[in-house]
């Protein structure tokens, strides 16, 4: 797993709890290629799968959209309902008072499309709410390698959306396979228990 740390992170007062991210999938199926899907997980592996209906209990939104793949993941959350708090505000971006935004027209309700989703990440990593903590942003698939289509004709890539050069300085940026995040999760957990002992 290769890493670009932004600043080196101070240690704080903040307990954390068991690992939990927040996710973003993107269909695969050529009629959804455009949909995204936003989620929360203590396993992002097992949730993948579960997603495209190798084991049970994906959601009922994206049976009908498989297979998926999964782009990224934010963690480093305090506790659980800040990770479902940090899930809401990007699914509804439009309406979260997490976000604080100029122009709330460029977000619609309700909207699945993947160039919204990273936009609204990106938003969101650089508000001044989200950003008071220190994220982790796993990236599994290179932002720059996704073409996002806005018509037939035009292709825009997906970092006029999401550029990870202009984060704050305190969401650190790593990149890798899932595999490799799993053995890297476990230290991360065997350090978070060190922390609040």
């Known amino acids: 797993m290769t890493e670009k740390e932004n600043h080196q992170l101070?240690?704080?007062?903040?307990?954390?709890?068991?690992?939990?991210?927040?996710?973003?999938?993107?269909?695969?199926?050529?009629?959804?290629?455009?949909?995204?899907?936003?989620?929360?997980t203590n396993d992002p592996k097992r949730r993948l799968r579960q997603h495209n209906g190798e084991i049970a209990s994906g959601a009922k939104k994206t049976s009908n959209k498989?297979?998926?793949?999964?782009?990224?993941?934010?963690?480093?959350?305090?506790?659980?309902v800040a990770a479902l708090q940090f899930e809401?505000?990007?699914q509804n971006p439009s309406i979260?008072?997490?976000?604080?935004?100029?122009?709330?027209?460029?977000?619609k309700e309700n909207d699945d499309k993947l160039s919204t989703s990273l936009?609204?990440?990106?938003?969101m990593l650089k508000d001044k709410f989200w950003s008071r903590w220190p994220l982790h942003l796993h990236i599994l698939i290179p932002i720059e390698s996704i073409i996002l289509r806005q018509n037939k004709s035009l292709?825009?890539?997906?970092?006029?959306?999401?550029?990870?050069?202009?984060?704050?300085?305190?969401?650190?940026?790593?990149?890798?396979?899932?595999?490799?995040f799993n053995n890297y999760k476990k230290i991360l957990l065997e350090n978070l228990l060190e922390m609040n002992i």
């Open 10 to 40: 101070e240690t704080t007062d903040l307990k954390y709890e068991e690992f939990y991210c927040c996710y973003l999938l993107r269909s695969l199926s050529p009629k959804y290629k455009q949909t995204s899907y936003i989620g929360s």
């Open 66 to 80: 498989r297979p998926w793949e999964m782009i990224l993941f934010v963690y480093g959350f305090p506790n659980h």
């Open 88 to 90: 809401w505000s990007w």
């Open 96 to 107: 979260t008072r997490r976000l604080q935004l100029k122009n709330r027209e460029e977000f």
């Open 119 to 123: 936009l609204a990440l990106s938003k």
């Open 155 to 180: 292709k825009i890539n997906a970092t006029n959306f999401f550029d990870t050069k202009n984060l704050s300085k305190n969401i650190r940026i790593t990149n890798g396979n899932i595999e490799d």
